[in-house]
């Protein structure tokens, strides 16, 4: 693809389509839908003062301990509730008892509520842990909506109900779904300005696009450039995979530098996979390991070419980043960056001698070590010096120290991997699996009753992140969305079908870069 070739299209919003002030409207739920309607369309960024202004508004009213909710429509609270705990607001779940009976249950008269159902299940997304009511209110709604999806099979209602079902909108990648928005009639909520909402979406979308195809040129070339795919023929040469990685964790379209920056150190922890996974002996990935833990290229001399000029390439893309964010930023992260990748490195090393030994560590062992080698904390400590918000000594500590933050989202990322039936594309190399383990300490565990622990461990982990994602973070809240969206996006780059592709990633690739949009 040559970049000469790739035009960007002009944007020509409709003139004055939306309120001067949202803050002026008179009604809580326009308000709220406004911004509902915005997130789905992945145009909020364009009026985040209003919508900032609004959240703040509704915060202090649910301060007001006056305030009862027993006379309030079950959709509104729920609305309300979740895009202020989608800003970072801290609210209480106990404004649901209000809906509740005196046994603790959710009202039988609400089943006849679909959208306030609907709109409860959303809301139980951003459950944290031992919060029983919003527990409650999942297994409530998702039992309501199941049954509403089965007795009306031809409603176009259902679709919708369906839809939520199966992507809620807070632990799903919202980019994945927002052309699924660009019709009439395919929001699940629409008001005064869907119309508007939706062709400056399409026009903002249009343009990102053009952005993101001159983004993976420059990575592409930067990719080639290295030399790595030929010198590393054992290793998975994926460009484009590495780069829609990026384009996950850095989804506003003022991050582009960013996105090509990032897609750096997302293939290196590929290459380095593959080079414990299929390569080097354990002498070697010794070696190797030391190499990365002193930061010393003389240490590698003594490797195999490839291994030396892995080295050497990480060595130099790690130290050119770091110049970067640092005339940027005024932050020299070196230290922090090298800290992750010897952390990444000691967790692969672990891994390849428990398989030359035969040693079987227990689940946890396994669990423990395995959230370090998914990777996840590289990209988090690279993307959190490239964003340069909030980078100061109390931060920076926390961050070279597996904060919580990062720690959940990446056991989400491994144990979603182990969910998975199939390995991941081209390797031959052995990697175990949290579901053997698990079997192996509990003797009477099923596969089934294994995978459903599983299951509930990335539900504990989706409940601690959500914990770590409100205001108290010392964290920026675009650090915070950048792990949220790793965790969103992890059922679609696992999420293999029975012939072992990988569909939904095909169709985010196809959506974010090619697939023209008709405005």
Known sequence: MAETKIQQRPINPPRNPFPTKWSDLNDPLEALSLIDTAHRLDIAYRFQAEIDLILQRHYSASLNLDVGYANHDLHEVALRFRLLRQGGYFVPSDMFEAFMDEDGHFKQELENDINGVMSLFEASQFCMPNEAILEEARVFSARIMSEYVMNNVDCKKANHVAKALANPYH????????????????????????????????????????????????????????????????????????????????????????????????????????????????????????????????????????????????????????????????????????????????????????????????????????????????????????????????????????????????????????????????????????????????????????????????????????????SSSPFSLAFIETSLNIARFVPILYGYDENQKLPMLEKLVKSMLYERVEI
């Open 171 to 470: 632990t799903s990648f919202s980019k994945f779904m927002v052309k699924d928005y660009f019709g009439m009639g395919d929001l699940p909520d629409t008001n005064r300005w869907t119309h508007d909402f939706q062709l400056v979406a399409k026009m903002d979308f249009s343009v990102a696009q053009d952005m993101r195809r001159r983004e993976l040129y420059r990575f592409t070339q930067w990719w080639k450039d290295t030399g790595l795919g030929k010198v590393l023929g054992f290793a998975r040469d994926q460009p484009l995979k590495w780069y829609i990685c990026s384009l996950v964790c850095f989804t506003d379209p003022c991050f582009s530098e960013e996105r090509v920056e990032l897609s750096k150190p997302i293939s290196f922890i590929y290459l380095i996979d593959d080079m414990f996974d299929v390569y080097a002996s354990l002498d070697q990935l010794k070696l190797f390991t030391e190499a990365v833990r002193r930061w010393d290229l003389t240490v590698a001399e003594a490797l195999p070419d490839c291994m030396r000029i892995c080295f050497k390439s990480l060595y130099e893309m790690t130290n050119e980043i770091s110049s970067k964010i640092h005339r940027k930023h005024g932050w020299n992260p070196i230290n922090s960056l090298k800290k992750s990748w010897a952390k990444l490195c000691d967790a692969f090393l672990v891994e390849s001698e428990w398989f030359v030994s035969g040693y079987s560590p227990s689940a946890e062992e396994y669990l423990r070590n395995g959230a370090v080698s998914s990777g996840v904390h590289v990209v988090l400590v690279h993307a959190f010096f490239l964003l340069g918000q909030r980078i100061n000594h109390e931060t920076v500590k926390l961050l070279d120290n597996d904060p919580e933050i990062i720690s959940s989202t990446a056991t989400i990322l491994r144990l979603q991997d182990d969910l998975g039936s199939a390995k991941d594309e081209n390797q031959d190399g052995y990697d175990g699996s949290y579901v053997n383990y698990y079997m192996k300490d509990n003797k009477d565990a099923s596969i089934e009753s294994s995978r459903q622990h599983i299951a509930n461990l990335i539900s504990h982990a989706w409940k601690k992140l959500n914990r770590e994602c409100l």
